[in-house]
């Protein structure tokens, strides 16, 4: 099992960056894939990236392509997502998942951590 702790969130301007990291306990977290999901105000869970167990393949949603990098450190046991020139609409709750298998679904994770706010003002 893999319990997942997010942090980095927080109130920025547009144009600024953040980086969110998502730390996991337990010793096969390098066996995971990991993915980036974020929830606004009254709308569903959406996929933002995701990278697999071995940073060997990554994929990003078409809004977030070229703005978010996401990593991984798995010494640390830590996935990183880089958000550059951020906007309003980035605005959300953004959570990182993690499972054994590589997908951009959020049903395709088993586990997750408890989120972490972001907001963009204008």
């Known amino acids: 099992q893999v319990q997942l702790v997010e942090s980095g969130g927080g109130l920025v301007q547009a144009g600024d960056s953040l980086r969110l990291s998502c730390a996991a306990s337990?010793?096969?977290?390098?066996?995971?894939?990991v993915g980036w999901f974020r929830q606004a105000p009254g709308k569903g869970r959406e996929f933002v990236a995701a990278?697999?167990?071995?940073?060997?393949?990554?994929n990003y949603a078409n809004s977030v392509k070229g703005r978010f990098t996401i990593s991984r450190d798995n010494a640390k046991n830590t996935v990183y997502l880089q958000m550059n020139s951020l906007k309003p609409e980035d605005t959300a709750v953004y959570f990182c998942?993690?499972?054994?298998?590589?997908?951009?679904?959020?049903?395709?994770?088993?586990?997750w951590g408890q989120g972490t706010q972001v907001t963009v003002s204008s």
């Open positions: 998942a993690a499972d054994t298998d590589y997908g951009l679904g959020p049903y395709e994770y088993d586990y």
């Open positions: 337990g010793r096969t977290f390098s066996s995971y894939a």
């Open positions: 990278v697999s167990w071995s940073a060997g393949s990554t």
